[in-house]
């Protein structure tokens, strides 16, 4: 299924809940794509600027090249590292994303891979597949092979962006562009956020962003291999997660603490 073919979500607008409060007034009509790329650039700049060090987490998927293009583009590289989560479950072509960035922008992202001790020990109790048998073993699975991971990418810096964006799943209706991260101590930026599917793919064909070729046989969302199937027309975006478990429970436990995902208050909440 090429990427012209796929459907493109609505964008979604955030509603207000309890105890959360909108970094910015939600917009009564989308943002084109220039003026999302340029807000996109100016939160990136801003980062670079007053957050660094900083380091953006990259998928290898396709928003997470949009924001690889954008930031060595514009030569933000030496003050936003880029890294990615290896966690020896990938697929062949999200790890081949890595030689293709090497070879288009001559960038070597950094990857990090989990303790082989826990993963060791995790096979061996439970088995290699186990996180298929409950929510506890998948998600036991996932912080040995990411969240692990991720905070010995976090540490010790100032602010960490991700790709995500509000239009990928019901988990991520109310994201904000800039959040605080209370569990790691830092600034959480998702520059994305107010962007569509649609948008995601215009910037690609038109920058001439490579791209994981997953995408192009029915993977809009890609994670481990074991964990991600291609969806059928029609299903939300990321129905091929982690697809044997309901919807509200499908985040990896990057953006999570004790249960809640980390958008606990965003900036305007921590200043009012």
Known sequence: MGREDAAVPPRATPSRQ???????PTPTLPLSLPELVAATKATLEKIAA??????????????????????????LQDRIAIFTLETGRLHAETLGMLGRIKETYGYDVTPYRPQPEAVAAYVEQNG?????DSIEMRKECCRIRKIEPLNRALAGNKAWITGQRRAQSQTRAELHVQEQD??????????????????????????NVPYNPLHDKGYPSIGCEPCTRAIQPGEDVRAGRWWWENPDSKECGLHVVDGKLIRIKSVSQQNA
């Open 18 to 24: 309890p105890g959360l409060t909108m970094s910015s």
């Open 50 to 75: 007053e957050y660094t060090p900083a380091v953006f987490a990259s998928s290898l998927a396709a928003e997470d090249m949009v924001l690889t293009d954008l930031i060595l583009r514009n030569r």
């Open 128 to 132: 290699l597949n186990a996180f298929y």
């Open 182 to 207: 209370e569990a790691h101590g830092m600034a959480k930026f998702n520059p994305l956020a107010d962007w569509s599917e649609d948008d995601v793919w215009q910037y690609i064909r038109s920058n």
